[in-house]
């Protein structure tokens, strides 16, 4: 369900983190609990203290000193438990809102969610959506309970005089609503470059740790680690920037506090000939306790404008970029088994956009497909489960003729304990050629009657893609001639062969 509103912290909240009521109001209560044991514990030990100067019977102060001793620990007691409460809530947000985005990516055209590079959707989908939950346990539980104290002591102190009941509830004014909108405004601009610089450190530090034996290769290794360090360096600066004015913002609560004790004391003295003295007392210490709620607002601010920021960012990560190219539009193109198809042109073109979109048509093919991509992962295990991973059954027989078929027969008798060798790093164990060919070996160990390859021959060299273009374009060379299989490439042998050639470039 989506609320009718622009705002997109709320929508985001709702739609996304969907926080659970129940588990919020109890987390809100433990807070108002928990700081409210310090608002009575104040009133109690001002009248406590006032009274023993009475000097009465011992008996008297009984009842007001096992209060005072009560209101001390469950103080402690209550915090702790509203923080278990207030982090469960927050963490269970953050774990819808990350499954909520997964689904919403997996479900929508490929042109949204590839748009992107790799760092900056590490980016939003890492620390924005941290930032949109920390919405909950920074800022609504504050607010909430600030303005339940707030109006519990400003209520308490009519009853004793109106007059400073009245310049208390403007002191909480400045205190909790003045003072965090300068702290808001003061952060926004710089949160907004904060959030530039960390998509942009991300987006270097990813090209770094995926491409480092090609940038080694190439010598721009160092310039993009450098890269990365400044964009981090940058993100420093800005929030030092946004640091001074914030903490302005931050002492005004203070000060607005010194001004509403002063005027209590300025009341309790004129009403000290008409009052208990224990009345005066409570007048003069109470609104201390009354602005303990208020000191975390300026923060809450803050949280909400990262929050939005975050939210804005997580919104539009799941909505096609504006003057977004729509992924090609191609009428169903219904193949028989064995077939044979290459798909041509240059990067940017569509290629792997058009694969995608095959792999979720069910005109085109019969049958189970599955689409093998350009950067498919590697992990850090050894050479057999890497290609398990396409089927589990498989023998170790059909590994090695799969890794034979790629070339790469000579680097499997070269490792230390063959099939069984570990990967340590993954792709990093390997060269980016010798990546490729796994990859495709991974492909011909499964066992889909069709088969989507997205560039299989990038970083080889020249004869050797020929080659296995070839084979992979010819019926029963590398999979089994009843077996459809589909290849995206920038250009093809010219003794290549298929049963049907798109070229990309071309249909544009």
């Not at 402690?76 to 927050?90: I, M, P, S």
């Not at 005004?252 to 009345?279: D, E, H, K, Q, Y």
């Not at 041509?344 to 073109?349: A, I, R």
């Amino acid at each position: 369900m989506s609320l009718p509103t622009t705002d997109p912290l709320l929508r985001m909240t709702v739609d996304l983190l969907r926080p659970r009521k129940g588990r919020l109001l109890l987390a809100t209560l433990l807070g108002v609990l928990s700081l409210g044991s310090a608002l009575a514990l104040a009133a109690i030990a001002a009248w406590l203290i006032t009274r023993a100067w009475q000097m009465p019977p011992v008996l008297d102060l009984s009842v007001a000193a096992v209060a005072v001793r009560a209101l001390g620990i469950s103080r402690g007691v209550l915090g702790y438990c509203q923080r278990l409460a207030a982090h469960d809530t927050a963490l269970r947000a953050a774990g819808n809102a990350r499954t909520g985005l997964y689904r919403t990516l997996a479900a929508a055209p490929p042109e949204v969610s590839m748009r992107l590079p790799g760092g900056e959707l590490v980016s939003r989908v890492g620390a924005s959506v941290d930032d949109l939950a920390d919405v909950i346990v920074r800022a609504v539980l504050p607010i909430a309970v600030a303005v339940v104290l707030s109006v519990a002591a400003v209520a308490v102190l009519v009853v004793i005089s109106p007059a400073s009941a009245a310049l208390l509830a403007g002191c909480l004014i400045v205190a909790g609503v003045v003072a965090p909108a300068q702290a808001a405004r003061a952060v926004t601009a710089a949160e907004n470059a904060a959030v530039a610089h960390r998509a942009e450190r991300d987006v270097a530090m990813m090209l770094a740790l995926e491409h480092a034996p090609e940038l080694r290769v190439s010598g721009r290794l160092d310039g993009v680690v450098a890269e990365a360090q400044r964009r981090q360096r940058d993100w420093g600066d800005a929030s030092d920037r946004a640091a001074a004015p914030a903490a302005l913002a931050a002492a005004v609560p203070g000060a607005a506090m010194g001004a509403a004790v002063l005027g209590s004391a300025v009341a309790g003295i004129a009403l000290a000939a008409s009052v208990a003295p224990t009345t005066v007392a409570i007048l003069m210490l109470l609104p201390l306790s009354a602005f303990e709620a208020t000191t975390a607002l300026p923060a809450a601010a803050v949280q909400l404008s990262r929050s939005r920021i975050a939210a804005r960012r997580l919104h539009d990560l799941t909505r096609p970029a504006p003057g977004a190219r729509p992924r090609p539009v191609v009428p169903p193109i219904p193949l028989s088994p064995g077939d044979r198809v290459a798909v041509t042109g240059p990067s940017g073109s569509g290629k792997t956009t058009l694969l995608m979109a095959m792999a979720e048509r069910a005109d085109d093919f019969t049958g189970a497909r599955a689409f093998f991509a350009e950067d498919a992962h590697l992990f850090g295990t050894t050479v057999r489960d890497n290609l398990l991973v396409a089927r589990g059954d498989a023998t170790d027989d059909e590994l090695r003729s799969a890794l034979d078929k790629v070339g790469l027969r000579a680097w499997l008798d070269g490792l230390p304990d063959g099939l069984s060798t570990l990967l340590v790093g993954g792709a990093a164990a390997v060269s980016a050629g010798q990546r490729r060919r796994l990859l495709l070996a991974r492909a011909l160990v499964s066992a889909f009657p069709v088969v989507l390859l997205d560039e299989p021959t990038e970083h080889l060299d020249a004869d050797d893609a020929a080659r296995l273009l070839t084979e992979l374009l010819t019926p029963g060379a590398l999979f089994p001639a009843d077996r459809t299989v589909v290849v995206a490439t920038h250009h093809l042998p010219d003794d290549a062969v298929a049963c049907l050639r798109l070229n990309l470039a071309a249909s544009r």
